[in-house]
C-alpha cells in the first residue's frame, strides 16, 4: 500500500557551525538592499496618479512604467546569479548597489514618460545584480538549517514588508514632495551597504563557476519582452498583426531558449532543477504570492486615491497593518514549518491570497476603506507565509556552490510574478474601463481619448469640464475602474485557486511499495 509524504530537508544543525553576531549583523545589512528593491517594486504604485496627471501617458505606456523595472530585473536575475556565482557575489552586490541608487536619481528628474521608462529599465539592469547576490550571501552566512531557515523568513519578510511599505513610504513623500522624490529613497538604503558590506558580508563564489551564455540571456529577453507585449497590445488594441507577432516571436524563443537549455553544458537555467517535485512548486508558489500581491497593489492604490479620494499619505497608512501582519506571518511560518509540512503552510498561504480577492469581489459594489485593509490584511499574511518557505525550500534544494543561480530562479519567479501582476492584471483592468466608461457629448478627440484610457486621465480631463458633465464623467469612470477591480479579482481568485491544488500535487511525493 502507497503513502504520500512531504519532502523535508534533513535537519543537519548538529553537524555544522552556528552564526553569531557578525552574520546576523550581516543578514540586517543585507536587508537593505532587499526593502529597497521591493519598495522599488510598490512605491511607482502610489506616484501613478501624480505621473498619469503630470505627464499625461497613454495607459499602455503608464503599464510600461511599472514594467519595465521588473520585465528587465527578471530577464537577468537568472544570468546575474550565474554571474555572481563566477566573479564574487559580494563584488556583485556592490556593483549593483552602485549603480542603482545613480541612476534612481536620475529617475527623478525624468521629464517625460519615454525617458522614466529608459531609467527604469536601466535600474532593473542592476537590481537584478543585487537580488540573487542578497539571497545567495544568505547560503554562505548561515550554515545551520534551522538558522537559515529564520534568516531566510526575515529576508522575506522584509521583501513583503517592502512591498506593502512602498504605498506607504510613497504616500508620505508624495504628501510633501514631487513624485520624482520616491526614487531618491534609494540613496539612505544603499550607503550603509556600500560602507558596511566589506566588513560583515565575507566574499563567497563557486569554486568550479560555469562560463555564461549570451545567446541564453538574449533568447530570455526575447522570450519576456514579446510576451509582456504582447499582453498589453491585445487586451488594449485587440486581435491585430502586432500583438499576435509579439505573442508568438515570445513563444518561439522561449521554445529556443528551452530546448538550448537541455542542450548545452552551462545552461544559464538548470531545468534539472525542476525534476526535484518541491522546487518546483516552492518557484509556482513564489511566483504566485508576488503575482496577487503586485496585482492587488496595482489597483488598490488608485482606488483609495482616484475613487475614495484619500490623499497619498493616507491612503499608505492603510496599508500598514497589511505590511506588519506580512513580517509576522513570515516569521512565525518558520517555527510553524517545523511541526507542519512545509506544503501546508505554503498552500494555506495561496489559499489566504485568494480569499483576499475574494473579498474584494464579494464587496466590489461597496469598497470601502475598511474593507480594502481586511482584504489586504488577509493577502498579506497568505503572503508573508507562502514567500518564506517557498524561498527556504528553493535554496534549500541544491548544493551549496549553486546557491547563486537556485538564487536567481527564486528571484525570476518573484520579479514575474510582479511584471505578470502587473500586466495581466492590470491590463484586465484596462480593458474593462474602457469598455465600460462613458464618457460626455462633445469631447475632443485627444480629451476622450485620455479620458477613455485611463481612470487618472479621466478625472484630469473633468477638472477642465463643466460641472455637470465633469460630475457626470468622473462618476462613471470611477464605476467603470471598480468594475474592472471586480473583474481582476475574480480571475486571481481563480488562479489561486488552481495554483493550490498544483503546489499540493507537487510537493508531495510517493515511497515505493513495501
Known sequence: MSTTDDIRTPDLSAAVPRAGRREWAGLVLLMLPVLLISVDNTVLSFALPAISLDLRPSSTTLLWIVDIYPLVLAGLLVAMGTLGDRVGRR??????????????????????????????????????????????????LFLDARQRTLAIAVWAGAFAAGSSLGPIVGGVVLQHFHWGAVFLIAVPFLLPLVALAGVLIPESKDPAPLRIDGISVALSLLTLAPLVFAIKTLTHDGVGVLGVGALLLGLVAGALFLRRQLRIDNPLLDLTLFQHAPFAGSVLANFLAVFSLVGFLFFVSQHLQLVLGLDPLAAGLLLLPGAVLSVVAGLASAYVVRRVPPRVVIVGGILLSAVGFGLIVLLRENLTAGVVVLAFGILSVGVGAAETISNDTILSSVPP??????????????????????????????????????????????????????????????????????HALTESAKAAFDSGVGVTSIIAVVLMLVAAVVVQLTMRTRRPRG
Open 91 to 140: 563584488k556583485l552586490l556592490l556593483i549593483g548597489a552602485t549603480g542603482f541608487g545613480l541612476v534612481s536619481v536620475l529617475a527623478a528628474f525624468a521629464p517625460t514618460a519615454e525617458l522614466l521608462i529608459a531609467a527604469r529599465a536601466v535600474m532593473g539592469f542592476f537590481g537584478a545584480m543585487i537580488m540573487p547576490s542578497t539571497l545567495s550571501l544568505l547560503r554562505s
Open 401 to 470: 556552490d549553486k546557491a547563486g543561480a537556485a538564487a536567481g530562479v527564486s528571484e525570476t519567479a518573484y520579479e514575474l510574478g510582479a511584471v505578470l501582476g502587473t500586466a495581466v492584471l492590470g491590463a484586465i483592468l484596462a480593458a474593462s474601463y474602457r469598455a465600460s466608461v462613458v464618457l460626455p457629448d462633445g469631447l475632443g478627440r485627444g480629451a476622450a481619448a485620455q479620458a477613455g484610457e485611463t481612470l487618472g486621465g479621466a478625472l484630469g480631463v473633468a477638472g477642465e469640464l463643466p460641472a455637470v458633465d465633469a
